[in-house]
């Protein structure tokens, strides 16, 4: 069973801050998504890093992928509040259940004015 | 529109009744997932389609809870004598082939059971 962990669980910063969320796992994964989830909404996606030591940048948000594809992180820079939500990020491992894919728990980050 | 929809977006129940929840997914997209949310947290996997195979049953959590797909499109949830801890918001995704099952997600239905 591929697990992946997310910290911090709770994130609460003042906007123009910087922040960093993680991803681990003890598994290798194919590729590894990241989602937004706003309240009353359905997650939606962000990218997809598949490349070990890929970063994508989209706009204040860079995401990057552990060179052994175990890990990933996500930074965001000079946060807004319209960066409030829950991150989640997902794995995906062929072979694995659900055709492979393993989402963590989530990271819930709140952007104060 | 072209999105995954699916309904009702608020369903309350009493303890002890059977709902259905429907999913329409993206059109030729070949997988379809159910997920669970309980408040404030992530996704539980409940059960996962792909094309014309056997559904992956192996996240629901009580033979209660089943599922099927009509003709490689629509989905039905169905929850037979509801308990309070189904209270949840059930999210439907569906995924096309050849991609890295990157999920397009519903806007869910937000069940409470009474």
């Known amino acids: 069973t591929q697990l992946l962990e997310q910290s911090p669980q709770f994130l609460s910063i003042q906007e123009g801050e910087n922040l960093t969320v993680y991803c681990n796992s003890s598994?290798?994964?194919?590729?590894l998504q990241w989602y937004r989830q706003e309240p009353g909404e359905g997650p939606v996606l962000l990218v997809t890093v598949v490349t070990g030591g890929e970063v994508k940048k989209l706009k204040r948000l860079t995401f990057q992928f552990g060179d052994a594809r175990k890990d990933s992180s996500l930074h965001i820079t000079a946060a807004q509040p319209g960066d409030t939500g829950l991150y989640l990020c997902a794995g995906f491992a062929a072979g694995g259940g659900a055709d492979g894919l393993t989402f963590g728990k989530g990271t819930h980050l709140i952007i104060q004015p | 529109g072209a999105g995954v929809s699916q309904s009702p977006s608020n369903k309350v129940t009493e303890k002890g009744k059977d709902v259905e929840l429907r999913c329409d997914p993206i059109?030729?997209?070949?997988?379809l997932y159910w997920y669970r949310q309980s408040l404030g947290q992530g996704l539980e996997f409940l059960i996962y389609?792909?094309?014309?195979?056997?559904?992956?049953k192996s996240g629901l959590p009580s033979d209660r809870f089943s599922a099927e797909r009509t003709g490689g499109s629509v989905s039905t949830l169905t929850i037979q004598r509801t308990q309070q801890e189904d209270s949840a918001v059930y999210l439907c995704?569906?995924?096309?082939?050849?991609?890295?099952?990157?999920?397009?997600f519903g806007p869910g239905t937000r069940l409470t059971v009474l």
């Open positions: 598994s290798v994964f194919s590729s």
């Open positions: 389609f792909q094309g014309n195979s056997a559904p992956d």
């Open positions: 059109s030729g997209h070949t997988a």
């Open positions: 995704a569906s995924s096309f082939a050849g991609s890295y099952n990157e999920q397009f």
